[in-house]
């Protein structure tokens, strides 16, 4: 528990008094060592045969390098550095322009598609960005030039990362729709194929696309004939409607939720867009409830703290789980996302529940205080509460709807009975990816 | 081009140097940034991150904060969160962003200090310089905020500043400790280590030492403001075990604490007296590289040349040859067009060394960050200098 200490700016605050919105100041911020959160490298690497080339300053430079490093692609990668005297002498395009043509005549392969990564400076600057992609594009044909974003100045407007999931489908034109052809967007891993999501996808004879099954340039191209596209992420909305207009597709969003209702709602709105019969479910949900309840007899009483990297929806289980007996008593979150229904509800339900800050500097030395024995769902959580008992996933883990509830679920059971190398696991970067750790 | 790369990492960079030499000394190491360096800095940069807290924030500035040039947003949030964590001191460094608005550092640190009545320094880093620049310039305002003039050390011997050493450069090696061990003997006593394993207590009592020991050339700036303002002469290099080199810097050191004369190159000659043009190199940060470098020559009587990425300073170049080459092509081509055999440089370098030359690796924190961490030795060691024989012997 937090020690009574008055701060300033509390890092904490109770669910009942909270209000929708930001829940804490504004602040410096401080970051957890939970790396498991992919980043704009990682999800550029999803396309198959391409190059990333980042042209930023040297400090911006050295987390993507080594991102890159890590995971064991730097021949995946190239940079261009960017000085002060870059900034101020008007050559801010001819140098991003002659370091891509140098970098590319050099490559010891050629890529179908280059993600030119630009940052915060050039956009400041008014660093024409079109003029770039136009010159590179003349010059180099037979390579698809993607403008690429990190800018996080820019994140209360856009984020790099939904900015990054938008730009990851930029290369795909119209090719003619294939209606028995379907794609999940903006997802970092695939979704489980036992899901009702995919099940049904499958069940009825479409074809299932998905930029994390893609193993040629020719498989990501192709996503371009799915007459559906379909986001999950919060993250992957932007860039899946974007891209179902410019190829004339139908978009639908069915977010990642823990409500039975919604999750039948999502799973009807998307059997209507297949034109296909919707399943009555009754034995997936059934099957999430039996998993919840063997959960419950093994975790019992024992407290949970749940952070927003696990699951999109950090109050939607939280309001899931409190409703099958389970102790929630802490969400790591700053910010209020798309379970505003549930965080409504938890102030009836669970109004003790602990909101805490992920990022305030008063969270320095939370790991460091006296914890009761907590289950933590998500790094960040597990880094907080100094707890091994954890369950590992970022993202929802590629799980989704019943299905997911029920997996979700024995991942909770197994992370309270067995404890992890909590160390090890949260240094590594991008969960799911290559490291050299 | 110059600041184009392929293949290879850049280094450590001016802000995560900062935040690297201060992190021992209780202080508050605020970096005026969107979001990436702090997270940059405490995955890639800094391994103390999981096991010791400091307090290194970033101010999560928006674009809309510095277009309107919000630099109260700053100050308020760096007053409530020293008002929280009660630093011993604050410094303030920045990125890009802020260089591009003119972010005036001076004004906003003094600004603080007289808010909170903490000591507070503003480091112009603009994210675009190496790590060297940052450590160098955080060391320089550190002594400048804490060491003031005192009575010599009333001690039979030599009183030492070790100065400049961060896990950049020697990782979570145990090399601090080593050196304090080291020179911990009759006539010799350590009084402060100003980088990592240090004390700010200890750092107050360093003008009372009668040399400084410069570890890396992020040290060099404050030793050469010690030397100004307190009349402590300096010396350059690192002991690298049982070694002549470290015998001889140990002299040295004798020798620059009783003529008060500094000494840049005096454990980091590279034997060019014998050879015109070297077939060795050593690839790092130059005070280390220079060490290494200097054994090697001893070990094959042949010259050996040393190229510093990071940058150099000419005082620190024995013949004003050392290399502060940066660019890939740039190190790439020097290995090449002087037929140079075997490299010394963090494993990373392997992608641009050419055919015929042989790499034998010695992992650099500010280049391959956590990569090889697990693989770092303590320089001061005698483990460390066996296992570069043993790989520099292993082919031949």
């Not at chain 1, 043509?101 to 990564?117: C, D, F, G, T, V």
């Not at chain 1, 379907?182 to 996808?201: C, H, Q, W, Y």
């Amino acid at each position: 528990m937090l020690k009574p200490v008055s701060f300033d700016r509390p890092p904490a605050v109770r669910l009942g008094d909270a209000a929708r919105g930001d829940f804490f100041a504004g602040g410096l911020e401080y970051n957890p060592p939970a790396r498991g959160v992919w980043n704009i490298v990682h999800t550029g690497m999803l396309i198959p045969e391409t190059h990333e080339i980042f042209a930023c300053a040297q400090g911006c430079l050295r987390g993507v390098i080594l991102t890159a490093a890590e995971m064991k692609a730097l021949d995946r990668m190239s940079w261009i550095s960017v000085s002060e005297q870059d900034m101020f002498d008007g050559t801010l395009e001819s140098d991003v322009v002659d370091g891509v043509s140098e970098i590319i005549e050099k490559l010891s392969y050629r890529p179908k598609q280059i993600l030119l990564y630009l940052s915060c400076i050039h956009l400041f600057a008014g660093c024409d960005f079109d003029v770039i992609i136009d010159e590179l594009s003349e010059k180099f044909p037979d390579i698809h030039f993607t403008d690429c974003y990190m800018t996080p100045t820019m994140r209360k407007t856009v984020s790099p990362d939904a900015k990054m999931r938008a730009q990851l489908y930029d290369a795909l034109t119209p090719v003619g729709l294939d209606p028995k052809s379907v794609s999940i967007l903006g997802n970092d891993r695939a979704t489980d194929e036992n899901s009702e999501l995919v099940r049904v996808i499958r069940k009825n004879g479409f074809t299932l696309r998905d930029i994390t099954l893609c193993r040629t340039y020719q498989d990501y191209l192709d996503m371009a004939k799915s007459s559906i596209n379909i986001a999950y992420l919060p993250t992957a909305a932007m860039g899946c409607e974007e891209l179902s207009e410019r190829l004339g597709a139908q978009s639908v969003y069915l977010p990642n939720s823990f409500d039975a209702a919604e999750i039948r709602a999502n799973m009807a709105k998307l059997c209507d867009k297949l034109g296909v019969v919707c399943p009555d479910l009754n034995d997936e949900e059934q099957a999430a409830v039996s998993a919840l309840e063997k959960a419950k007899t093994v975790l019992e009483d024992t407290p949970i703290a749940i952070d927003f990297t696990a699951v999109t929806q950090p109050f939607g289980l939280a309001k899931l789980l409190c409703g099958h007996g389970f102790n929630v008593r802490y969400i790591i979150n700053d910010t209020l996302g798309e379970d505003g229904a549930a965080f409504d509800a938890l102030k009836e339900l669970a109004p003790d529940i602990t909101i805490l800050s992920a990022v305030n500097v008063n969270m320095l030395h939370f790991p460091e205080e006296e914890h009761e024995r907590v289950v933590a769902i998500g790094q960040k959580a597990a880094h907080y509460f100094s707890t091994d008992y954890f369950v590992n996933i970022v993202q929802n883990g590629g799980y989704y709807g019943f299905t997911g509830i029920a997996a979700i679920a024995a991942l909770l059971e197994e992370a309270a009975l067995v404890p992890k190398d909590r160390r090890r696991l949260i240094s590594h970067k991008g969960i799911g990816c290559e490291s050299c750790l | 081009m110059k600041n184009v790369s392929k293949i290879i990492p850049c280094y450590a960079a001016d802000t995560s140097g900062v935040c690297s030499a201060l992190y021992e000394f209780g202080g508050m190491t605020v970096v005026h940034d969107a979001s990436g360096c702090n997270s940059t800095y405490s995955t890639h940069d800094e391994p103390r991150w999981y096991d010791r807290r400091s307090m290194i924030y970033i101010s999560a500035v928006t674009e809309l904060d510095l277009v309107m040039g919000n630099d109260e947003k700053l100050i308020a949030d760096i007053v409530s969160a020293a008002k929280d964590g009660q630093p011993e001191f604050i410094a303030l460094c920045g990125s890009p962003m802020p260089m591009m608005t003119g972010f005036d550092y001076r004004a906003v640190a003094e600004d603080i200090q007289h808010r909170t009545g903490i000591p507070t320094f503003g480091i112009k880093t603009n994210g675009t310089r190496s790590y060297v620049d940052g450590a160098s310039k955080a060391l320089l305002a550190l002594v400048k905020e804490f060491v003031h003039d005192m009575p010599k050390e009333d001690f039979d011997g030599i009183a030492i500043n070790i100065i400049g050493a961060t896990p950049l450069d020697f990782g979570l090696t145990g090399a601090v400790e080593s050196m304090k061990k080291l020179y911990s003997r009759p006539k010799m006593k350590v009084i402060s280590s100003i980088g990592m394993g240090g004390t700010l207590d200890e750092i107050r009592k360093a003008a009372s030492a009668n040399v400084n020991l410069v570890v890396s050339y992020c040290g060099l700036p404050a030793a050469r403001y010690m030397e100004k303002e307190f009349g402590i002469p300096y010396i350059c290099g690192v002991p690298l075990g049982d070694t002549i080199q470290a015998g001889a810097l140990g002299s040295f050191m004798y020798e620059t604490a009783h003529d008060g004369i500094s000494r840049m190159m005096a454990a980091m000659c590279r034997g060019r007296s014998t050879d015109e043009r070297a077939e060795r190199l050593v690839i790092g940060e130059a005070v280390l590289a220079g060490s290494i470098a200097f054994e090697w020559s001893i070990m094959t009587r042949h010259a050996v040349d040393v190229i510093c990425p990071p940058d150099i300073d000419a005082e620190l170049s024995p013949d004003k040859k050392d290399m502060p080459l940066y660019a890939e092509e740039d190190i790439k081509a020097y290995i090449k067009d002087r037929g140079i055999k075997e490299v010394v440089a963090d494993p990373l370098y392997k992608y641009i060394i050419p055919e015929g030359c042989r790499l034998i690796e010695l992992p650099h924190f500010a280049f391959s960050g956590r990569c090889f961490a697990k693989d770092m030795k303590d320089p001061t060691c005698n483990d460390f200098l066996d296992d570069l024989v043993l790989a520099i012997n292993k082919v031949k």
